[in-house]
């Protein structure tokens, strides 16, 4: 069971040690030793440029009128991640990260880290992160990113992005989530992996890592266990917390929106250091089948035919 859980660490000499800590723990998966200490650094300097302000800063997002929430994020939050996290989650996205920053702008910022599913103040993975290639928050960025998500709950009332995402289930099309064909998908080694010695780079099924919904991502052909499909029409949360829908459905505001983060980790893969997560290619065909599932339950939902 658990070596398919080693590819990161498949940095030679630290892969036993690693694999063992690394047992129920995703975020250790990652934490190859960067030399600043097991626990992350403070005070690094992971900076990307900030953006100049912009009109858009002050404008909520679609359906919040209030815009103290999203206001509070761009004097606040965004100037200190940009220090700490800039210079791997800028878009489009550097060694291997997913892209949520921007230096054109903290509104565009803002949509980013919305549309991962991160505005979440029980499960956000920006809180759940801790250290990994990159650096844990300081307390202060944990303080002041607790603050914004506080603020966001209330400014959004009972139309946060987990109610929304909560009332998906029955609004879902088995034939299309079909036609998506995620169980056909496989990755392929790069060129600097060595296939004998890698974990799940070789033609590998996204089920070899992720049947449960290990790292917020749900794989399962239902052979054993949940097969995708229904763990998305009941509503499945990941052991992250976050919504298995999320990564087809997402928010903007109280708007919901197609997700792209399956396509987006495609592309972040591409470019990724050999060992970093498998790679793998969502095709054009792929995307138009995942934002065809997506636009239809968007639809239903919207027309009140379902989510009730
Ligand atoms: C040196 C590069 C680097 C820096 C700096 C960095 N990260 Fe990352 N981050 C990565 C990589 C690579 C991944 C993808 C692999 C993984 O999930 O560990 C990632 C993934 C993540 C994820 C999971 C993405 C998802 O949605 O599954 C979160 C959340 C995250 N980082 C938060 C942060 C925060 C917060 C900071 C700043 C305090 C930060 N990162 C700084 C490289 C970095
Ligand atoms: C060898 C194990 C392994 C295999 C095989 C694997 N994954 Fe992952 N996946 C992980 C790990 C570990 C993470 C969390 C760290 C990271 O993001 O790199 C992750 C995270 C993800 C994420 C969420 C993070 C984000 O940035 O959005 C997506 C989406 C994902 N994988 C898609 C896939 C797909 C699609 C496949 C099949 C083509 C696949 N994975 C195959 C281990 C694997």
């Known amino acids: 069971m658990e070596p398919r859980r080693q590819f990161i660490v498949g940095l030679a000499a630290i892969v036993a040690a690693a694999a063992m800590a690394a047992c129920g723990n995703s975020d250790s998966l990652t934490v190859p030793d960067d030399g600043t200490g097991a626990s992350g650094a403070t005070g690094g300097d992971y900076s990307a440029p900030a953006a100049a302000p912009s009109a858009a800063d002050d404008t909520p997002p679609p359906g919040v009128d209030d815009n103290a929430a999203k206001v509070y994020f761009v004097q606040n939050v965004y100037p ?135 790292y917020t991502m749900y794989s399962n052909d239902g052979t054993l266990g949940t097969s995708t499909f229904d763990a998305l029409a009941s509503n499945m949360t990941s052991s992250d917390g976050t919504f298995l829908i999320e990564k087809y459905i997402t928010t903007n505001g109280t708007t919901l929106v197609p997700s792209t983060a399956i396509s987006d980790k495609s592309a972040v893969t591409q470019t990724g250091p050999a060992y970093s997560h498998p790679m793998f290619l969502v095709d054009d065909t792929m995307k138009a089948a995942i934002l065809d599932f997506a636009n239809d339950a968007i639809t239903k939902y919207n027309a009140k035919s379902c989510g009730q």
């Open 80 to 214: 200190a991640l940009m220090v700490t996290c800039g210079s791997c989650h800028v878009a489009p996205g550097n060694n291997g990260a997913p892209a949520w920053l921007s230096s054109a702008s903290a509104s565009d910022a803002y949509t980013m880290i919305e549309a991962r599913g991160y505005i979440n103040l029980t499960s956000s993975l920006l809180l759940k992160k801790g250290a990994h290639e990159g650096p844990a928050l300081t307390p202060d960025e944990t303080n002041g990113i607790t603050q914004w998500l506080t603020l966001e709950m209330q400014v959004r009332g009972n139309a946060t992005p987990a109610n929304l995402l909560a009332k998906l289930g029955d609004c879902l099309d088995k034939t299309k989530f079909d036609t998506i064909a995620l169980d056909k998908l496989r990755t392929t080694p790069r060129t600097n992996e060595n296939t004998d010695r890698c974990t799940g780079c070789n033609k590998a099924y996204c089920q070899t890592c992720h049947e449960q919904g290990e």
